[in-house]
């Protein structure tokens, strides 16, 4: 019987992925979880900081508040944050540790390839993040404070007085969106090395991405035009931007090819 028939040796390698894949697993659980510790303790600050946007708007009227509505929602609400800070917190551990596991199986050359789009993962999710956080969220809240009514002769007062654990779900909702769909780019291209697309074919689709862009747009940003249109817009844009990756990606190639031609 020879090496590779025994049982033994083709369990081996299996069990050995195994315990790397259970180490890799808990430096995350506990990358995560000292974070959120840590997160939970600040988790006003953060609230604070999320909310900055909307109490800027209001920072002359002392009366404005936000309300709960029930005993246990502020509570909930300091978890949500906090598990959502240890996320963003974390993120470069659980992108090193995925590295560190997939990175003894691959080529010298493949990790050349993949290495760059690992590190521009964080870099484009914080760039959707702050994209969403400094510039659509104030006008956003803008426009859906300019439907507040003033009392008067015949009408009633409408005041806005949001829900803590509402308007958290609404910014931590947009966040992840734009950062998410900040990652095109990364995708697009990843598919372009893997060769299941190519520029010509990203060209081709153009059309039906501006009508994707559009209706993702319109399921994950509030019911207004301007939500919409402000994550329609830089999703197209990025798409562009993975067309003119992908073109440079294929003609790097095609001079590699050349030159490994000549050199035969």
């Avoid at 995350?28 to 840590?38: D, G, H, N, P, R």
């Avoid at 190519?198 to 559009?214: M, N, S, V």
């Avoid at 940003?221 to 073109?247: F, G, M, N, R």
């Amino acid at each position: 019987m020879t090496d590779s028939d025994n049982p033994d040796n083709s369990r081996a390698p299996i069990i050995e992925h195994l315990k790397e894949l259970r180490t890799r697993l808990l430096y995350s659980f506990v990358a995560l979880l000292l974070a959120f510790l840590v997160c939970f303790y600040f988790s006003d600050n953060i609230f604070n900081f999320l909310a900055a946007p909307l109490s800027e708007l209001w920072q002359d009227q002392e009366q404005r508040r936000m309300i709960f509505t029930a005993l246990h929602e502020k509570f909930f609400t300091d978890v949500k944050i906090a598990f959502f800070a240890a996320f963003c917190v974390a993120f470069p551990v659980l992108i090193s540790q995925i590295w560190l596991f997939v990175a003894p199986g691959l080529f010298q050359n493949e990790k050349k390839a993949f290495l760059p789009f690992l590190l521009m993962t964080p870099v484009l999710f914080l760039l959707g993040a702050s994209f969403v956080y400094y510039l659509m969220v104030p006008v956003a809240w803008e426009f859906f404070l300019g439907f507040e009514q003033a009392a008067g002769d015949g009408q009633m007062a409408i005041v806005l007085e949001p829900k803590v654990s509402e308007y958290l779900s609404l910014v931590m909702r947009l966040i992840l969106a734009f950062g998410v769909c900040f990652e095109l780019p990364v995708l697009l291209v990843l598919l372009v090395r893997a060769g299941i697309t190519d520029a010509q074919g990203l060209i081709t689709k153009r059309r039906y991405a501006i009508l994707l862009a559009f209706v993702v747009a319109a399921i994950v940003t509030p019911p207004d035009p301007i939500s919409q249109i402000s994550l329609a817009i830089p999703i197209i844009l990025l798409y562009e931007i993975s067309i003119i990756c992908a073109k440079m990606i294929e003609k790097k190639a095609a001079k590699e090819e050349a030159e490994d031609t000549t050199d035969a």
